[in-house]
DNA sequence: AAACAAACCTGTGCGC
DNA sequence: TGCGCACAGGTTTGTT
């Protein structure tokens, strides 16, 4: 479910509402949610420590702990964070409950109703055995920056389909369907373009949609769709899906040439919305 | 190397 | 109203 965006909209709701509170409780329900490790592992690991700050690479949320542990977060497809009041009723599926110290005592929820989500505490000196993906992560195009110039060597240097490549976390880190399908289509390009084909302009028109999707895409605080899965960590839905032109968007006319009907095509077990009209 | 299918789970929405 | 199927924001693994 989350995305870059949507990610970063719960990491700077992190910093605001949880970043500098000691953790005095942990509990955690169902023990899928924290299978990398352990129950213990995670009781053990938080119990006490204070979370220093809110970092994000992708869609991976990372807090590092005063303990010098590093608590890490992904939501995967239907993950969320939750901040409450304490003994506030928690929703189904609340898998991870942590306890935070303050007034008034709160507690951040872990709630994920297909458990693909997952929380871990790992030590940040051995990353490349405890969390081995973080370290073959690629770009983040929010957090680390993301010039024309890098970008125009990352298609090139590839031969791939443009829309695989954009999904791929180990090349460019955060871009999920909808914001692939979403800057594909401001570029003008269709999902199964060769990377290397790419001129230099369609190359500049990419990167300009990329950048410019994501990063309105994080003003808006994200998207949340109809079934209002994805919310920030107060529960508050984001609002960038009045602006998708392509994404869940099939037979319907396409905003852009007002002339064509949005077509969905099943690519990887991917749905893939494009407008046949404006992209080429 | 690249592309696809399946796997991991639960919930929802749709057609009948 | 109920049933069964398709499908979902992600990632990994195995197979062509």
Redesign the pocket.
Known sequence: ???LPEVETVRRGLAAQVVGRRITKVEVGRE?SVRRTSRQALIDGLTGATILSAGRR??YLLCPLDTGDELMV?L???GRLLVADAGAARP??THVVLHLAGEPAQELWFVD????GEVVVFDPDHVAVEVP?LAKMGVDPIADGLTRAQFAAIVRR????VK?LLLD?HVIAGI???YCDESLHRAHIRWDR?SDSLTPREITRLHAAIMGVLTEAVEAGG?????T??VDIEGQGGWF?VHHRVYDRAGQRCITCGKADIVRVT?????THFCPRCQR
Not at 113 to 116: C, I, N, V, Y
Not at 158 to 161: I, K, L, N, S, T
Not at 223 to 227: P, R
Request: proline letters at 8%.
């Open positions: 479910m989350p995305e899928r992708g869609k992904h995967r497809m239907s189904p599926h109703p297909r458990t693909f993906e590839r031969h791939r389909q695989a976390q999920g369907n909808i060769a998207s949340t769709l109809a079934d899965q994805y899906q690519v990887a077990g991917r749905g």
